[in-house]
């Protein structure tokens, strides 16, 4: 894709603005500003493995964008040099990294966002599960104490799941949160989450995968946060 973006000279840095399309960092992924609800602008250094979120989004109860890092595809756009789809009985060791920083005022989460395809599309919405790991959240999005843990790569993490919809399809939602929250999640090991969630029934092995993102899913506020050292592999 070609970048929609306005550089900026700063000593020692080119400031990338990343505002309507994705831009690729270093030959494999890409960053995207997917702000589905509401506009949204990335600052990032000089095309490197970062991005800063650079809009206060306002408050309307419900996530309004997803900045994310992006390897597969996702509704057509692909990343570059990806191996995705991939069944997931012939997956080997799916894995990923990022790290994050930033605590500005909001509600936010930052997520691994995993989606599963039935089969091997590139395009549309999928219909098989999101996977959606979430190493830290806000207080104020709430707790899941009390539901089920699931030890996954010697961490504990609350499990839930329901189906979800939209105007185009449905699929399994299934939420993996870390009980005790951390900044970086690095090295995870995917076809254990997807075990766990094959053991439920919310999963088949017979299913692709399409996309591996990682990004921060933003109900208000967000200005600040910051994902970097992202990497994924299928």
């Not at 602008?41 to 109860?61: H, R, W």
């Not at 219909?127 to 961490?155: F, K």
């Not at 094959?198 to 299913?207: D, I, K, T």
Request: some cysteine.
């Amino acid at each position: 894709t070609t970048p929609a973006a306005t550089p900026a000279t700063t000593p020692g840095n080119t400031i990338v603005w990343v505002n309507k399309h994705t831009i690729s960092t270093g030959g494999r992924y890409l960053i995207n500003p997917d702000g589905f609800r509401e506009s949204m602008t990335l600052e990032n250094v000089g095309y490197g493995n970062n991005f800063t979120v650079s809009t206060k989004t306002p408050a309307t109860g419900r996530v309004l964008a997803f900045p994310d890092f992006l390897f597969g595809c996702s509704w057509g756009v692909c990343s570059p040099h990806r191996t995705l789809p991939v069944q997931i009985s012939r997956d080997g060791d799916p894995g990923a990294s990022v790290s994050t920083s930033g605590h500005p005022a909001g509600e936010y989460n930052a997520a691994y966002d995993v989606w599963l395809e039935l089969k091997p599309y590139l395009s549309g919405q999928p219909h098989g599960a999101e996977i959606m790991i979430w190493p830290r959240e806000t207080a104020n999005l709430g707790s899941l104490r009390g539901l089920p843990e699931v030890r996954i790569d010697g961490a504990l993490y609350w499990e839930i799941a329901w189906r979800a919809s939209n105007s185009h399809g449905s699929w399994n939602y299934v939420q993996f949160r870390k009980v005790s929250q951390v900044n970086t999640l690095a090295g995870i090991h995917l076809n254990d989450f997807f075990k766990a969630a094959e053991a439920r029934g919310w999963v088949s092995p017979s299913w692709y995968i399409q996309s591996i993102t990682a990004g921060f899913e933003i109900w208000s506020g967000g200005n600040g946060l910051k994902m970097y050292n992202f990497w994924a592999r299928s």
